[in-house]
């Protein structure tokens, strides 16, 4: 399988505690992104970093990349009871020209109040 | 604006049956992705479509698994004589631009159960 990993596959904090989830891939890419997924449904884009950046922030949401590692982490600050929900990490390669992606495993997280 | 919309949003369908999915994509949109969400496999490609044609059909699983676009906008999946490993969470995402790296939008999926 092409697909990647991420880890933990479940994370569960206290609200106000930062949570971060790490993600590795198999090819070379042209850009990660994470979405994020509530009750096994649609998928919520949250952030894409290209293959030339290293750290890209959003709001509470802090996304790095490490092409030589092929891994990325998304950490979530002052974390809220509404951010329970699963996360995926997502890849485009550049090997194809399309843009299919190809996600990984995702992370399940549950936030406290 | 309105987003992605996907119909139905559950189908329970018996084994041998055949079943549409319908994705109505961002307006203007021109690149159309089914994937599919299943217990054992995960998130998985199935289809990409620019305008009405589908330059990359490698993840459609079988031939019971078929696609078209019609008018570059809506799509349908069609899934013949079904099996219940069929059984999983169908989504479709839409892109705009002509750059093959833009950020996907998808809608709420399509909960198929094959009995």
């Known amino acids: 399988s092409q697909q990647g990993e991420e880890d933990p596959q479940a994370l569960s904090i206290q609200e106000g505690e930062n949570a971060t989830m790490n993600c590795s891939y198999k090819?070379?890419?042209?850009?990660l992104q994470w979405y994020r997924q509530n009750s096994g449904r649609g998928l919520v884009h949250l952030i894409l970093?290209?293959?030339?950046?290293r750290e890209k922030h959003s709001g509470r949401l802090r996304v790095t990349l490490d092409t030589s590692k092929k891994s990325s982490s998304l950490l979530i600050t002052a974390s809220r009871a509404a951010d329970t929900a699963s996360y995926f990490c997502?890849?485009?390669?550049?090997?194809?020209?399309?843009?299919?992606?190809?996600f990984g495993q995702g992370t399940t997280l549950q936030v406290k109040p | 604006g309105a987003g992605v919309s996907q119909s139905p949003s559950n189908k329970v369908t018996e084994k041998g049956k055949d079943v549409e999915l319908r994705c109505d994509p961002i307006?203007?949109?021109?690149?159309l992705y089914w994937y599919r969400q299943s217990l054992g496999q995960g998130l998985e490609f199935l289809i990409y479509?620019?305008?009405?044609?589908?330059?990359?059909k490698s993840g459609l699983p079988s031939d019971r698994f078929s696609a078209e676009r019609t008018g570059g906008s809506v799509s349908t999946l069609t899934i013949q004589r079904t099996q219940q490993e069929d059984s999983a969470v169908y989504l479709c995402?839409?892109?705009?631009?002509?750059?093959?790296?833009?950020?996907?939008?998808f809608g709420p999926g399509t909960r198929l159960t094959v009995l």
């Open positions: 995402a839409s892109r705009h631009g002509w750059n093959s790296y833009n950020e996907q939008f």
């Open positions: 090819t070379s890419i042209n850009n």
């Open positions: 970093i290209r293959s030339n950046e």
């Open positions: 997502a890849t485009a390669s550049i090997s194809s020209n399309t843009g299919k992606l190809i």
């Open positions: 307006s203007g949109h021109t690149a």
């Open positions: 479509f620019q305008g009405n044609s589908a330059p990359d």
